[in-house]
């Protein structure tokens, strides 16, 4: 008789989810699916709505990264009005969306996964947390409430406050810097790239404790998607999307971002609100890609700052300059992208013309269509609007930095499960395990489910052996 192990709900992962673990007649390990079991709907209830309030609005789709759609919605909106935001109103956006990027890894690497880092796999679950790491590490736990705060801190004093800022806006921002604001990031710059540094140094030397999860961690071929700069480098605010195989071989190169729907096509499975994106010149079955820090560096051909490129060598090396598959390895791209983001807004911060007062560009409708994207921590993001010549949104097509990585995330976890997990005697470890392949993707998965025309319930009907005697579908 075939038994189903759930796994409800994952935990130290963004929104709510369950894994199912099917197990055959031997017991063995079938095959594993993620469902994502919350609803948000934003492309639809976002019709009719002025395009004006859609970066505010969208926003609104997630607590730990509405900057990165705030920045997305923004960009659809440019394109709207066909215009591009002044060199000082770019350079601001680029730096509020790196700060999201240091704050969101920080939250993932040490509010979420290190744990499992310190304590191990197959520690008591009731020390898996950030708790007992204040308690045992107090430093380390420090340290990534600190390297969180310097992000958010940015966010604030841009943006005005640190969750959903209104200050990202169609044509640019809506007001400059002063020289003191600027001064006063800078000053935070040292201590947190000396933190981040000992982040890394940390991570690297503990790697050889997870050879078993490295090995069996999501690691297998497949496509990775980025944007990079017209040079092939590191690139989060704006650029072209590349392709690359496992091999490391560019699939498709320089395509600009408008363009997205004759690359990537758009799946809906019955037993998820999440998307399932996939390449579409290779078909559903074959188009699986991951994106986020993994992807972004498999795809760069370097970072472009000095101490980040540094490290992305040592990463490069992992595999002899081809692509890293270990989906384990996302943890390593993080931090190196930790690093990166501070070099930038040092970078940024210092160019003269962040400065200038002229920071936003004014127009009417222009286009009935207008696409946005950047890179959100978890990957590549897409805004799709269309309006009518009043501005009134008449469609939303969204598709998630998480929703990219579906297909990934659920061979993932049929990988661990398969490695992992006995039916025969099933270990709390084992099952953690399947948990942290997802947490190696950072999922949020509040931003991502947006499917439609999916069942929005299962009741099931089970007897006092807990045995189903019913599943109904509602919907």
Not at 326 to 338: D, G
Not at 415 to 438: C, H, M, P, S, Y
Not at 451 to 466: C, F, L, P, T
Request: proline share 4%; with cysteine; charged share 25%.
């Amino acid at each position: 008789m075939k038994e189903t192990i759930v796994i409800s709900p994952v935990t130290r992962i963004e929104g709510h989810a369950k894994i199912t673990i099917d197990l055959n007649e031997k017991k063995e390990v079938d095959q594993a699916r993620i469902h994502v079991t919350q609803f948000r709907g934003f492309e639809k209830l976002c019709e009719g709505r002025p395009y004006t309030e859609m970066p505010a609005l969208t926003a609104r789709t997630c607590g730990i990264c509405p900057v990165s759609h705030a920045i997305a919605s923004s960009k659809a909106c440019d394109n709207l009005l066909a215009v591009r935001p002044p060199k000082a109103g770019r350079n601001l956006r680029r730096i509020i969306n790196l700060a999201q990027i240091v704050q969101s890894h920080a939250l993932n690497f040490y509010h979420l996964s290190s744990p499992d880092f310190v304590f191990g796999f197959d520690a008591n679950p009731e020390d898996r947390n950030i708790f007992k790491l204040m308690q045992t590490n107090p430093e380390m736990a420090k340290d990534g409430i600190n390297l969180r705060a310097f992000g958010q801190k940015i966010i604030e004093t841009l943006g005005g406050k640190r969750i959903h800022p209104t200050w990202i806006v169609p044509g640019g921002v809506s007001h400059e810097i002063s020289k003191e604001t600027k001064d006063a990031i800078l000053a935070q710059i040292p201590e947190a790239m000396d933190i981040a540094q000992k982040s890394l140094k940390f991570f690297v030397s503990n790697l050889h404790k997870f050879e078993k999860e490295i090995k069996s961690f999501g690691n297998f071929p497949s496509l990775f998607m980025a944007l990079v700069s017209k040079k092939g480098k590191l690139e989060h605010y704006d650029g072209l999307l590349r392709f690359v195989d496992s091999e490391g071989k560019i699939v498709e190169d320089k395509i600009d971002p408008k363009d997205y729907k004759d690359y990537i096509g758009e799946a809906v499975e019955e037993d998820s609100f999440l998307k399932s994106p996939y390449f579409k010149p290779y078909g559903y079955e074959k188009g699986m890609y991951r994106v986020g820090p993994l992807a972004r560096l498999n795809v760069a051909d370097k970072c472009g700052t000095s101490l980040a490129d540094e490290e992305f060598e040592r990463f490069k090396n992992l595999n002899n300059g081809k692509p890293i598959l270990q989906t384990f390895y996302y943890h390593y791209a993080r931090l190196i992208e930790i690093i990166y983001a501070i070099e930038r807004i040092e970078e940024l911060l210092n160019e003269k013309e962040t400065l200038n007062p002229q920071i936003r560009a004014y127009a009417q409708i222009n286009r009935n269509q207008g696409v946005g994207c950047s890179e959100a921590p978890r990957g590549t993001l897409f805004h799709d609007y269309k309006v009518n010549n009043d501005g009134i949104i008449t469609g939303v097509n969204l598709i998630i930095a998480t929703g990219n990585n579906n297909l990934a995330m659920n061979a993932g976890v049929t990988q661990v499960a398969k490695t992992f997990v006995d039916g025969n005697n099933i270990k709390e470890g084992a099952l953690n395990r399947v948990e942290a392949v997802i947490r190696c993707f950072d999922p949020c998965l509040s931003c991502s489910t947006h499917a439609q025309g999916v069942y929005s319930s299962i009741v099931e009907i089970r007897d006092h052996n807990k045995e189903l005697i019913e599943s109904i579908k509602r919907g």
